[in-house]
């Protein structure tokens, strides 16, 4: 099987993925064999055949060796001649001068690297594996060289490729090792898998690969021609095929073995039509003419031989998202005047030009928006002060004026972009118009050339003066907050935070503390010690001062330092085990109301006393599978939302923090957050000695980024399109105004489309996001983002200008909202439908006309989309039942996904895995690491991993991992328990290292901490816990594999096809 | 047999109306006058309810309301209205209007259910996912009530033209037997 990415733009641009492709890029000679067999192999219809070419070019050798005695090429074709069939015994003894066989270590090993291959001989290169087969070495297949003698020349898939002598490709990629080629292409991952004998399908392969005959190519052949022959004329294919069918058998080994190969040929191909899409776009590069047939889809076959072997799939060369969050380029380059990716995604940048074809779209339709998003230095979004003018807005439907506006009249008149209404041009704002239409004064108004701008808002969008910024703390001191140590952690670092909270000397702070009484703190600047108040009349809450519970921070800073000097001594041997929570809530509620701002709660157990007090539960495992289930991740007492309600209504964002080790109903407690623009931070079991640097990195970012107050967002869209529904941390104010007392960059929102009206006449449909604020400075401020998207007619269009990203974050957000509604399972099924029906309609538009039976298809800009969801079903607001996730963690999880940007969620989705232990020792730099699959394979027990999910670290310590390394990391102890000890720097060189790239991880991501835990192999349950559970591929309890995953996807996309 | 089966048809529609118009017409007499009186503002005031909460949620979505407004107005009267409703269902039962009573159990059991699962009060947080569902519910109960309306009017014009012409011994005994 093979995986093609016909449009993959990038391919050539990442040799070093796959020996292979590199050696393609840089030798046109190779490609051009290559290619015809990729080719062939992306549309065969029938597996066997297509692996069949892939497999002898690149990963095929390895298989081939193992399976040689199974095939045998045919001896009509031409090539036959050439190529020499190994000896059926020989494949599986020692290596022949004719095979080359790599040693095959036992563990996959990133590092590993193939042995340098002395004998090229009409020998293809064997990828070096990532995961190298357990038993069988590798052989290298033989039809390479026949494949370059016989390398017809006409065909050339990248025009102007010259075809070099074979030898020298085969040196080159001999000697180039790849230590670490990357899985996700998909080359080298299918010949790992293939060569691995796991599968199940395996076994049954001989057979077929011994049936597989020649008749089978000239099927694969029409296909090529078909879909993506493109690129060579149609008659130079033939021969290629005919040329290449001796070799047939070998791959279709590489078939049975459910090798994919993504074959570099296909790559070429990919890269070719990557142009052409280009092209279409108008940007790219010149492509050559034949490509016109150029589809652009990517397919992975999956058990092509109907009922032999069902199981197939190549692990290996399933498409996985090593490089991260992947933007799709494109598009910004056909409106560089779009505000940038990092503020709005469009889940497809081709909005559907009629409601057909928007339900033909069955993933969702809609934006990620994330207005505040951290800029690099140098991309500030510039601030624009119509000082006298007014801003300038359509006096219509109020969109701000953006770079999309057109300005006619000679410079008087302006069109709305997304209403097109004339409006006038304010005289002093007046600027002649050139003969191409350009103001004059272009270059001096930042708004008319930038997707996004900041103007500073005049007197008319106030409701009332600019509030300042305003912190108030919540916090529980019951005997479990001082027994932890939170409490001491907590005032240390608001202590240390007081220079740095924004706003210098407007903000305002505050305190309550609270167990089954409440206790107000007079810090009036005049005194010299705070004075505590204490109410204990739960019932009727009264607010014992008017002022002074909430004081200007600079002029009582002295109160407020002695304060929380104090605080931790203060409560040293409180003994309440109570929690008056809602009262106390009720009265911060009194105290800030006037004002608004930002509450932080402390909370350490579950609220006991008054008000919104919470019952046990969710220890009831009965509860789950049943239709009460989702009670239970729904806040129990309607208190919790009433409150919410009235923050938002008061500019108070609830930001809570959760301590406990035992239940503490996150779900009700987080209700508050939700509603309220804010967060939800859990730290179970919170121990001061391991917990307390990550939560005093997250509060202290939280106290310290700049943050937007009493902000309203509202999303406004072009004429027939209108946004529905809203996805996030918010309350909406009416049926498009979100409420967000406060924002920051670390929160994004979502939202989908539909549309109005039946069918769009326009041509481009704008977007136009604007969050009107208070800054800490005091000012009032709307940052406007506009943003414009093509409309299309077509299908296939609208799929090749997905976002993955965004889809996934609206996935996720709307099957976390279910879990809300219904079961677990039903929340999970539904991503799985719509994935499948959005596959099944992507399949209908191209299966057909390509007879693509027993592959999968799907479109390159989706192709993790299937990885992504399985990750998303076994996050852990989706993961499992009961006894897999604990109910707290599972709602804190949701909260907090619900806020994520996009680039975090899918970093938690697909969490970096890297091996660090050969960088520890060798002392060249730490350059980007490449990344892991994320399977147990990949863990190689003599090595050091570290996972890292952006909200912590996993060090995982393998079980032959050298005890040096051990030592130097951890210290003498090193054969201590590991849940005990927490990373720090050791005095060597080793530990260093690792606290570096550590850091440089964290300063990569630094909305979280990621506190390092360590995990020595089979220490269970830790290891289960932290790692096991997470690596996503893996079959785990009853959810799928990755390879399981795909195949089910596939047989549901089947039905009903 | 077509005239066979024509006769039978004209027998029963004749009897049928009958039945009918005896029914409406007993219903009406028996029911002294303030009960006629009753379902004549009962319903009114329903219909007003109903109509008063379909606005309040069209408010809401041209946003000419904020949805705090919104739901202390509508959890403020949800519960008469179900009160009212459960009334004049009862009403109609101890009046012996048995159809009419039949009639209006479907919206009571709806209510009912509402309130014993806690949905009845319009959740503040999450107005604008419900707005649609609420608003069609809502026209839906205007209908029904304004259908009522129509049916205990025509019943109150017929009743009377009943006992204009009709002679009252004919009434008695059927009136008797409901």
């Known amino acids: 099987m093979g995986t093609e990415t016909p449009n993959r733009p990038n391919y050539p641009l990442r040799p070093t993925a796959t020996p292979f492709a590199s050696q393609q890029s840089s030798t046109p000679f190779l490609s051009s064999g290559p290619v015809a067999g990729s080719a062939a192999s992306a549309f065969r219809p029938a597996p066997p055949a297509a692996s069949n070419f892939q497999a002898p070019p690149f990963s095929g050798g390895p298989l081939v060796g193992t399976e040689a005695p199974a095939y045998r090429p045919p001896p009509s074709s031409r090539s036959n001649e050439v190529v020499r069939p190994p000896p059926p015994s020989s494949s599986y003894g020692p290596p022949s001068s004719g095979f080359q066989s790599f040693p095959n270590p036992s563990m996959p090993s990133i590092g590993q690297v193939p042995p340098p291959h002395s004998s090229f001989t009409g020998q293809s290169v064997v990828a070096p594996p990532i995961r190298p087969p357990p038993g069988p070495a590798s052989h290298l297949s033989q039809p390479q060289p026949p494949l370059v003698t016989m390398g017809s020349p006409p065909q050339s898939i990248k025009p102007g490729q010259p075809n070099p002598n074979v030898p020298l490709p085969v040196d080159q990629h001999f000697s180039t090792p790849r230590p670490n080629s990357q899985p996700s292409s998909p080359p080298t991952g299918t010949s790992y898998a293939t060569g691995r004998g796991t599968f199940p399908g395996y076994a049954n392969m001989q057979p077929n690969s011994v049936a597989q005959t020649p008749p089978m190519q000239p099927a694969s052949f029409q296909l090529q021609q078909r879909g993506y022959a493109p690129p060579v004329p149609s008659a130079s294919f033939p021969l290629q095929q005919g040329g290449y069918a001796p070799q047939a058998p070998p791959t279709s080994l590489l078939a049975q073995q459910r090798g994919y190969a993504p074959a570099p040929p296909i790559s070429n191909p990919s890269g070719f039509y990557s142009g052409n899409q280009v092209q279409q776009h108008g940007m790219g590069p010149p492509v050559a003419a034949q490509q016109g047939l150029a589809e652009d889809f990517s397919s992975l076959s999956l058990g092509s031989v109907p009922g032999s072997f069902d199981a197939g799939v190549d692990i290996a060369a399933l498409p996985r998202p090593l490089d991260g969050d992947v933007e799709p380029k494109s598009f910004a380059e056909m409106y560089p005047m779009n505000c940038n990716s990092r503020f709005l995604r469009l889940t497809t940048s081709g909005i559907p030009n009629s409601q057909s074809l928007a339900s033909r779209w069955h993933l969702p339709l809609g934006s990620v928006v994330c207005p505040l998003a951290e800029t690099p230095p140098g991309e500030e979004v510039p601030v624009v002060n119509f000082a006298t003018t007014g801003i300038i807005r359509c006096r219509r439907c109020r969109t701000y004026v953006n770079p999309y506006v057109t300005f006619s009249d000679n410079g008087r008149k302006w069109r709305c972009n997304i209403c097109s209404l004339l409006n006038d041009v304010p005289s002093e704002y007046f600027a002649h118009v050139d003969a191409t239409g350009r103001r004059v004064d272009l270059d001096q108004r930042p708004e008319l050339i930038k997707g996004s701008v900041e103007f500073i808002a005049p007197a008319e969008y106030m409701v009332r003066p600019p509030m300042p910024p305003l912190y108030f703390f919540l916090i529980d001191v019951s005997i479990s907050a001082v027994q932890s140590g939170m409490l001491e952690v907590m005032a240390q670092t608001i202590k240390s935070c007081l220079d740095n909270l924004p706003g210098s000397t407007r903000t305002q702070i505050g305190f309550i503390t609270y167990d089954s009484t409440i206790h107000f703190y007079n810090m009036k600047s005049s005194l010299a010690q705070p004075q505590m108040m204490v109410v204990s009349d739960l019932d009727d809450i009264f607010v014992p001062l008017p002022d002074d519970l909430l004081v200007n921070l600079s002029e009582s800073r002295s109160v407020v330092e002695a304060f929380l000097d104090s605080l931790p001594s203060m409560f040293q041997e409180n003994m309440n085990v109570e929690s008056a929570f809602g009262p106390a809530l009720k009265a911060a509620f009194m105290v800030m109301s006037q004002l608004g701002g930002k509450l932080l709660i402390f909370q350490n157990s579950l609220p006991s006393l008054g008000a919104g007090r919470l019952r046990l539960r969710g220890d009831d495992i009965r509860v789950y599978g049943t239709d009460k289930e989702h009670t239970l991740r729904v806040p129990e007492d309607p208190f919790y939302k009433q409150m919410a309600a009235d923050f938002t209504k008061y500019q108070i964002a609830v930001n809570i923090y959760a301590f406990s080790d035992k239940f503490t109903d996150i779900a009700s407690l987080g209700t508050l957050a939700k509603y309220t623009g804010g967060q939800v931070y859990y730290y179970p079991h919170f121990q001061a000695s391991i917990h307390k640097e990550k939560l005093k990195h997250e509060l202290t970012r939280d106290l310290t980024r700049e943050t937007a107050w009493e902000a309203v967002m509202r999303i406004r869209c072009g004429k027939g399109v209108r946004f529905t529904s809203y996805h996030g941390n918010f309350m909406l104010r009416s049926t498009d105004l979100l409420a967000l007392p406060a924002v920051d960059c670390d929160k994004a929102y979502a939202a989908q489309l539909s549309l109005e009206e039946t069918l769009l006449t326009t041509q481009t449909v704008y977007f136009q996001v604007a969050l009107l604020y208070t800054s800490s400075s005091g000012e009032r401020r709307i940052r406007v983002h506009t943003a414009a998207a093509p409309v299309v007619a077509d299908l296939g269009e609208m799929y090749r200008l997905a976002d993955t990203g965004a889809i996934v974050s609206l996935f996720s957000r709307l099957a976390i909202e279910k879990t809300l509604s219904s079961k677990l399972e039903e929340a999970r099924n539904g991503v799985q439908l719509r994935i499948v029906k959005a596959l099944r309609e992507y399949r209908n538009l191209y299966a057909v006309q390509h007879r693509l039976s027993g592959r999968m298809i799907y479109p390159e800009s989706l192709k993790f989309l299937p990885l992504y969801g399985l990750a998303l079903c076994k996050s852990s607001p989706l993961r499992g039942g009961y006894s897999d996730v604990q109910l707290d963690e599972r709602c804190a999880a949701a909260y907090t996904m619900m806020a994520l940007p996009v680039k975090s969620l899918l970093k938690l989705l697909y969490p970096n895995l890297v091996r660090v232990d050969e960088y520890l020792l060798k002392t060249e730099e730490f350059g980007t690491k490449k990344r892991l699959p994320l399977t147990a394979e990949s863990l190689d027990t003599r090595g050091l991993y570290i996972f890292d999910d952006g909200f912590r670290f996993v060090i995982w310590f393998g079980r032959s991992l050298s005890p040096d390394i051990t030592r130097n990391l951890v210290g003498e102890d090193f054969a201590t328990d590991f849940s005990k000890i927490s990373l720090t720097q050791e005095d060597n060189k080793m530990s260093r290292k690792l606290m570096e790239i550590l850091n440089q991880y964290r300063e990569s991501d630094p909305s979280y901490f990621q506190l390092c835990h360590l995990v020595r192999q089979g220490e269970q349950p830790r290891e289960g816990f932290f790692l096991l559970t997470h690596l996503v591929e893996d079959q785990t309890g009853g959810a799928h594999g990755y390879a399981d995953w795909m195949l089910q996807l596939y047989r549901q996309v089947q039905q009903n096809a | ?178």
């Not at chain 2, 009753?38 to 319903?43: D, H, N, P, Q």
């Not at chain 2, 699962?117 to 209908?143: C, M, W, Y």
């Not at chain 2, 033209?161 to 409901?178: G, K, M, Q």
Request: hydrophobic share 55%; proline share 3%.
């Open chain 2, 1 to 178: 047999m077509i005239v066979c089966d024509l006769s039978i048809t004209f027998q029963f529609l004749y009897a049928s109306r009958l039945l009918c118009l005896r029914f409406l017409a007993s219903a009406l007499l028996v029911s002294s006058d303030s009960f006629v009186f009753l379902f004549l503002c009962l319903i009114p005031a329903l219909i007003s309810l109903s109509f008063f909460l379909f606005l309040g949620f069209s408010d809401l979505e041209a946003d000419y309301l904020n949805p705090y407004e919104l739901s202390s107005r509508v959890n403020y009267v949800i519960v008469p209205e179900y009160l009212l409703h459960g009334a004049f269902c009862i009403l109609f039962l101890i009046t012996g209007h048995w159809v009419m009573f039949l009639l209006s159990l479907p919206t009571a059991y709806y209510n009912l259910t509402r309130y014993l699962s806690n949905q009845h009060l319009v959740d503040v947080t999450e107005v604008f996912k419900v707005i649609n569902t609420e608003k069609k519910a809502r026209l839906i109960k205007l209908g029904f009530y304004v259908l009522f309306f129509g049916l205990v009017v025509t019943r109150l014009a017929l009743s009377v033209v009943h006992a204009v012409f009709a002679d009252d011994e004919d009434l008695v005994p059927w009136s008797t037997i409901y």
